[in-house]
Nanobody, 126 residues
Framework: QVQLVESGGGLVQAGGSLRLSCAGTGRTFSTGAMGWFRQAPGKAREFVATISGGGTRTYYVDSVKDRFTISRDNAKNTVYLQMNSLKPEDTAVYYC???????????????????WGQGTQVTVSS
């Protein structure tokens, strides 16, 4: 069974840091783009960051640039999201996504994802 399993969410104070992980099982994701999206209560799911299959190209939504860093370890079939200087507005459920067909820039569109994780809650208190 093909799955993406996220971990690392939690409660943190504003200004703190968290590191999310997303491990793929059931197939290799090393040739395709992977990324992170988030959904806050009452809002649509939004793109956060994506990374190319080789890990050389990364893309971020403007609101997280210079605070979040996406990376991947293809040997472990895992993608990470290091989140620093967290703000209350970063509070959301964070979802991992993977595409077998599209590039990192194209995966910024949620409809281009082939697989989704179950989500992990990130709560930033003020």
């Amino acid at each position: 069974q093909v799955q993406l399993v996220e971990s690392g969410g939690g409660l943190v104070q504003a200004g703190g840091s968290l590191r999310l992980s997303c491990a793929g099982t059931g197939r290799t994701f090393s040739t395709g783009a992977m990324g992170w999206f988030r959904q806050a209560p009452g809002k649509a799911r939004e793109f956060v960051a994506t990374i190319s299959g080789g890990g050389t190209r990364t893309y971020y939504v403007d609101s997280v640039k210079d605070r979040f860093t996406i990376s991947r370890d293809n040997a472990k079939n895992t993608v990470y999201l290091q989140m620093n200087s967290l703000k209350p507005e970063d509070t959301a459920v964070y979802y991992c996504a993977a595409s077998l067909r599209y590039s990192g820039s194209q995966l910024a569109r949620a409809e281009n994802a082939d697989y989704w994780g179950q989500g992990t809650q990130v709560t930033v208190s003020s």
